[in-house]
T-cell receptor
Framework: LAKTTQPISMDSYEGQEVNITCSHN???????ITWYQQFPSQGPRFIIQ???TKVTNEVASLFIPADRKSSTLSLPRVSLSDTAVYYCLVGDMWDYGQNFVFGPGTRLSVLP | NAGVTQTPKFQVLKTGQSMTLQCAQD?????MYWYRQDPGMGLRLIYY???????DKGEVPNGYNVSRLNKREFSLRLESAAPSQTSVYFC????????????FGPGTRLLVL
């Protein structure tokens, strides 16, 4: 399993763009990169997923360089409601029994 | 669609008591998972069921048992609860098709005294 490393915490202000980088040096060919968001007292919620290059949806963008050894989650113009823990996961999406490892995540605090 | 539901929401047990946490999904997903989350930590996989009729151990299976009752339901049983099992338990499901992600329930908060 590819191990991931991401910052433990980050602070930002409302309206700023936030970039959270995740390192996954041992990523395998079949591995996808998935980001989840978790609010207090709730289960994680899917944000975005990608394999290579750039993926964008209505919530975030995911940048993946050619070597795929890292990825960056970009949240445009954050608001107070974006305060949450963000998890980067790497795993083989073709393996239905995949043990996706949730590390401690990045605790994002958005300040007014 | 209710998505993934879990019961109970909160439970207090005494050491040595047993209980079953229930999970159900109405999305016709093939795979189901049980995680535990300790304060300030990420989620750790306890057991999973890749498809109906199969179950496998995850990272931290000791002290737990599971049953995939049917495609919809996946229960987690604590036979003899210990204080170390105080945690928040999340159930998740996944369609089972390649590229699909997990959908999580709201969690069960368990306190073992």
């Amino acid at each position: 399993l590819a191990k991931t490393t991401q910052p433990i915490s980050m602070d930002s202000y409302e309206g700023q763009e936030v970039n959270i980088t995740c390192s996954h040096n041992n990523i395998a060919t079949n591995d996808y990169i998935t980001w989840y968001q978790q609010f207090p007292s709730q289960g994680p919620r899917f944000i975005i997923q990608g394999y290579k290059t750039k993926v964008t949806n209505e919530v975030a963008s995911l940048f993946i360089p050619a070597d795929r050894k890292s990825s960056t989650l970009s949240l445009p113009r954050v608001s107070l409601s974006d305060t949450a823990v963000y998890y980067c996961l790497v795993g083989d999406m073709w393996d239905y029994g995949q043990n996706f490892v949730f590390g401690p995540g990045t605790r994002l605090s958005v300040l007014p | 669609n209710a998505g993934v539901t879990q019961t109970p929401k909160f439970q207090v047990l005494k050491t040595g008591q047993s209980m079953t946490l229930q999970c159900a999904q109405d999305m016709n997903h093939n795979s189901m998972y049980w995680y535990r989350q300790d304060p300030g930590m990420g989620l750790r996989l306890i057991y999973y069921s890749a498809s109906e009729g199969t179950t496998d151990k995850g990272e931290v299976p000791n002290g737990y048992n599971v049953s995939r009752l049917n495609k919809r339901e996946f229960s987690l049983r604590l036979e003899s609860a210990a204080p170390s099992q105080t945690s928040v338990y999340f159930c998740a499901s996944r369609p089972g098709a390649a590229g699909e992600t997990q959908y999580f329930g709201p969690g069960t908060r368990l306190l073992v005294l």
